[in-house]
């Protein structure tokens, strides 16, 4: 059964630094993309960042280039987003996606629970 | 703005069939496959159809997909209370760098 978890999630001050981990299971993680995708309160999804199988290849939304850092440890089956100089329109529940094949523009087929993050002062 | 334009609401009774649309353009629906996901309340966002209109197992037959040029549908028949969720269309989008883009969501009620 694949399982997704993240953790990570918490309240930051603006401009401030935070890191998401999401540990997978259920599947051979290596072998497949994985992807951020988030939720502000009350809003829609909006995709986040994306990480190829081996992680050589990275692809992150335009809001986000610079600030945040997608990563992964294929040995320890670990998905991380690094956020630093977070803004206050960061805030959201960030959900962790497995894609269904090698690529990043291979679709979302399972997702996490997600883990909220809140930027205030 | 979302890239995707979905309907913010849709309702119907038990029963019946209602149809949620989703609009892109070129660079998306029309030259990509289009996702759905279902959003129940409180929960993760769930794969209700892939590559157009194929369905993931366990998924009933009671939902069904279709793409045409730069729109597509989700179309659910016999419609049950426990359907009443968050519905989001979803394409690969190879503008720019390439990205995913969703549509804004569709809030279905089952009257």
């Known amino acids: 059964e694949v399982q997704l978890v993240e953790s990570g999630g918490g309240l930051v001050q603006p401009g401030g630094s935070l890191r998401l981990s999401c540990a997978a299971s259920?599947?051979?993680?290596?072998?497949?993309?994985m992807s951020w995708v988030r939720q502000a309160p009350g809003k829609g999804l909006e995709w986040v960042s994306a990480?190829?199988?081996?992680?050589?290849?990275?692809y992150y939304a335009d809001s986000v280039k610079g600030r945040f850092t997608i990563s992964r440890d294929n040995s320890k089956n670990t998905l991380y987003l690094q956020m630093n100089s977070l803004r206050a329109e960061d805030t959201a529940v960030y959900y962790c996606?497995?894609?269904?094949?090698?690529?990043?523009?291979?679709?979302?087929?399972?997702w996490g629970q997600g883990t909220l993050v809140t930027v205030s002062s | 703005q979302s890239v995707l334009t979905q309907p913010p609401s849709a309702s119907g009774t038990p029963g019946q069939r209602v149809t949620i649309s989703c609009s892109g353009s070129?660079?998306?629906?029309?030259?990509?496959?289009v996702y759905w996901y279902q959003q129940l309340p409180g929960t993760a966002p769930k794969l209700l159809i892939y590559r157009n209109n194929q369905r993931p197992s366990g998924v009933p037959d009671r939902f069904s997909g279709s793409k045409s040029g730069t729109s597509a549908s989700l179309a659910i028949s016999g419609l049950r209370s426990e359907d009443e969720a968050d519905y989001y269309c979803?394409?690969?989008?190879?503008?720019?760098?390439?990205?995913?883009?969703f549509g804004g969501g569709t809030k279905l009620t089952v009257l």
């Open positions: 070129s660079s998306n629906i029309g030259s990509n496959y």
């Open positions: 990480i190829s199988g081996s992680g050589g290849s990275t």
């Open positions: 979803a394409a690969w989008d190879d503008s720019l760098s390439g990205r995913w883009v």
């Open positions: 259920g599947f051979t993680f290596s072998s497949y993309a």
């Open positions: 996606a497995k894609g269904s094949g090698y690529s990043y523009v291979d679709y979302f087929d399972y």
